[in-house]
C-alpha cells in the first residue's frame, strides 16, 4: 500500500488499511484490533497510553498518525430534547449531527459530505453545493465523540446517516466508516439493524450497500411520479423511480427488516390524496414502511407545509392499505436542526 500522509487519522485507514500498514513494516495483525478497540471501544486519543504495544510501535504510531476529535463548535438543545452539533474539522470546515432522544435511547443523525451536490429543491444544504467528502475518520469521530458525551441512560444505540450530504455519492469513505461503526470486534459495535443509510435515489450504488454492509435501507422518495420528482430532486433525471424501486428490489433486505421511503409532504406539490393513493398502489408489493414529514419551510425554498388536515388525510390513505406510516417532525426546529441550517447560521446566511 501507499503510505499514508504523515500525521493523517488513523481512522480513515479503517482495518485493513491499518493491517496492510503495519503488515508492511512486519508488524503482527492482531496489533490492528489491539489499536482500534484502545481508539473505538475505550475512547483513547493518545498512542502512548495504548499499554499493551511495544514502546517502538507506540513512537511510530504517533509519529504516523493522529486520533482527532472533532471540535465542538456550537451545542444546542431543542425544546423537543433533541441536541444539535455543529463540529469544526480539522482545514477550518464544520458539519453538523443532531442526537434525537427517544424512548429509551438515542439516535444519532450522522452527515456524511459537508454541503450537498445533489440539488434537491426542498433542502438547505442542497442549496448550498457541495464542499466536499468527508473521510472515513470525520464520519466515524461523529458518533464516537458523541459516545463519549453520553453517560448512563442516554444511550446511543441508533445511527441513521441522513444529515448533511448524500451518503452514496461518497462511498468508499462511507463503507470503510460503517465497517468500524458496526465492527463489534474493534469497532464502536453498532447492530447493523440499528444503522441505517438514507439516499436521495443513486440507485446504481444500493445494491453495493447492501452487499458491503448489513445496515438498513431509507429512500428519500418524495414523490410518485418522475415529473414531479425530477423537479424536486435532480437525481430523478438521472436514476428515475422506475429504476429507483428496481434497486429496492434488488437489495439484500434481510428477514423481519423493511425499507423506509421518506416522504417530505410539500403543500400543493406532492400532497393530494390520488397522491398518497398511488404511493400505496407503488409500494404495495413491497416490505416498506414510510415516513411522512411535513415540510419545515426556510428561506432558500418557494414552498408550504401543507395543513395538518391534509397531513392526516395522506396519512389515512396509508393506513388503510395496511402500511406503518408515521408523521414525522423535523427535529429541533427552533435549534435550526433541519438539514444543513444551523451551519448556515453560523455562516451568516439569514435565517
Ligand atoms: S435532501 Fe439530502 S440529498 Fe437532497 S440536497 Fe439535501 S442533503 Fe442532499
Same mark, same amino acid.
Given at each position: 500500500m501507499t503510505d499514508p500522509a504523515?500525521? &493523517?487519522?488513523?481512522?480513515?485507514?479503517g482495518a485493513p488499511g491499518l493491517s496492510a500498514w503495519l503488515k508492511a513494516r512486519g508488524?503482527?495483525?492482531y496489533r490492528t484490533a489491539q489499536i482500534l478497540r484502545w481508539i473505538c471501544?475505550?475512547?483513547?486519543?493518545?498512542?502512548?497510553?495504548?499499554?499493551?504495544? $511495544?514502546k517502538d510501535l507506540r513512537e511510530e504510531l504517533a509519529q504516523n498518525f493522529t486520533i482527532p476529535r472533532l471540535d465542538v463548535l456550537e451545542r444546542a438543545e431543542s425544546s423537543d430534547g433533541s441536541e444539535k452539533f455543529l463540529f469544526g474539522l480539522a482545514d477550518g470546515q464544520s458539519v453538523e449531527a443532531v442526537l434525537m432522544p427517544e424512548r429509551d435511547h438515542h439516535t444519532l443523525c450522522v &452527515? &456524511?459530505?459537508?454541503?450537498?451536490?445533489? $440539488?434537491?429543491?426542498?433542502c438547505r444544504t442542497g442549496a448550498e453545493g457541495l464542499s466536499r467528502n468527508l473521510t472515513a475518520g470525520e464520519m466515524v469521530a461523529q458518533v464516537r465523540d458523541v459516545l463519549a458525551m453520553l453517560q448512563g441512560p442516554?444511550?446511543?444505540t441508533n445511527l441513521v446517516?441522513? =444529515?448533511? $450530504?448524500?451518503p452514496l455519492a461518497n462511498y468508499e469513505n462511507l463503507r470503510t466508516a460503517l465497517s468500524l461503526i458496526l465492527d463489534a470486534h474493534q469497532g464502536l459495535s453498532f447492530a447493523g439493524r440499528r444503522v441505517t443509510v438514507s439516499t436521495a435515489g443513486l440507485a446504481s450504488k444500493i445494491v453495493g450497500l447492501g452487499q458491503d454492509t448489513r445496515v438498513n435501507l431509507a429512500i428519500s422518495l418524495n414523490a410518485v411520479d418522475d415529473e414531479t420528482r425530477s423537479a424536486i430532486m435532480p437525481v430523478n433525471r438521472i436514476h428515475p423511480i422506475r429504476d429507483l424501486l428496481a434497486a429496492c428490489d434488488a437489495f439484500p433486505l434481510r428477514p423481519g427488516r423493511r425499507i423506509t421511503f421518506e416522504y417530505v409532504l410539500l403543500a400543493g406539490v406532492n400532497d393530494s390524496l390520488a397522491e398518497a393513493r398511488e404511493l400505496a398502489r407503488m409500494l404495495s408489493p413491497r416490505r416498506a414502511k414510510i415516513n411522512l414529514i411535513p415540510f419545515n419551510p426556510h428561506?432558500?425554498?418557494?414552498y408550504e407545509r401543507p395543513d395538518e388536515a391534509a397531513v392526516l388525510a395522506f396519512q389515512q390513505v396509508l393506513l388503510k392499505a395496511n402500511f406503518t406510516a408515521v408523521i414525522r417532525q423535523s427535529k429541533g426546529a427552533d435549534i435550526a436542526?433541519?438539514? =444543513?441550517q444551523l451551519r448556515a447560521a453560523r455562516q451568516g446566511v439569514s435565517e
Open positions: 504523515p500525521q &493523517s487519522d488513523i481512522l480513515d485507514l508488524i503482527a495483525p471501544l475505550r475512547q483513547m486519543d493518545r498512542f502512548e497510553d495504548m499499554t499493551d504495544l $511495544g &452527515s &456524511s459530505q459537508i454541503g450537498c451536490a445533489m $440539488g434537491c429543491a426542498f442516554d444511550r446511543l446517516f441522513m =444529515g448533511m $450530504g448524500e428561506d432558500r425554498a418557494p436542526a433541519a438539514c =444543513g
